[in-house]
């Protein structure tokens, strides 16, 4: 991904447009359809305002000093792009996707050899954002490699559709169910080659960390592992799964002891013994705080 100062294919885009192209798609949704969306509770968290296709175009780009009130989020089909934002533009690929922040001044464009087509929508709401906090580290645009770039297709496809169909409630509800569907897709992505190989140890710790439930290590040994200082592995690691290392440790032991709870006759000592708890009373405090029960009371609930 290429990075430089703004390059001369911004200087003269007089005559670029930014819609208006045959086999184009676009659809902005009516002020009652975003009402409507923003009244149900099922809906008013995940709210797509504007998508639409763009086949492969020359000469196309958008220019905004101002940006918009929604984030962006656009998935380079086929061919390529650029974007530009704060005086520097960086390219953009097949596969790869942008994502900007509201009222962030941008411009992004088709590339003039290979020009790009593109799927795109504008998206607002908390949901969005908390969801986002996880994909990215701060508010500021982003180009993330999608690594299932034909389930992206699908899910804009499937949209598409429906809102062809009209904007009636189940097409509200897709609209939603297919943003929440794109952020979690995006979410097992990385920002940058060099974030991917340092996910890729993430993904390789948290497999440790399950063989290790009965004997587990400390952070600063996870850390160690991943070849990561503590502050980046818990914030990798927290940025890709939602919680903290060791908060995820105690997750997938209480997991297991519900399992030993479920499937076996081992006292409670036994259970907390195999998952590495030397104190049972320590043990059933932690359980009843994941669960809200006690190990007895979840053994007994049936």
Known sequence: MGIAIFPARMDNITDHKAEGFAGQRLYRLPKM?????RERPFTKDFIVTDLGYFPTVEKHSV?????????ILIFVNEGKGWYASEGRT??????????LPPRRSHCYGADA?????????????????????WIIA?????????????TLRRQFHSILSAVERGYHEHTLL????????????????????????RL??????????RRDIGRPRTLRDYASTSGLSVSQFSHLFKQHTGISPMNYQTEIRMQRACEFLDTTSSSIKDVAWRLGYDDPLYFSRTFKKC??????????RI
């Open 33 to 37: 359809a975003l009402q409507r969306l």
């Open 63 to 71: 220019t905004r000093p101002d940006g918009v009130k929604q984030w």
């Open 90 to 99: 960086h390219e953009l690929g097949a596969n790869e996707v942008l994502l």
């Open 113 to 133: 050899k290979a020009p790009w087509s593109i799927f795109w929508f504008h998206f607002e709401g908390r949901g969005p954002e908390e969801l986002l906090d």
């Open 138 to 150: 701060k508010p500021e645009p982003q180009t993330i490699v999608c690594r299932s770039p034909d």
């Open 174 to 197: 897709e609209l939603s169910r297919v943003l929440i569907n794109v952020l979690t897709l995006l979410h097992r992505n990385p920002i940058s080659e060099p974030n991917d190989m």
């Open 200 to 209: 890729e140890r993430i993904e390789a710790t948290m497999d440790q960390m």
């Open 291 to 300: 669960t809200g029960l006690s190990p007895s009371q979840y053994r007994d």
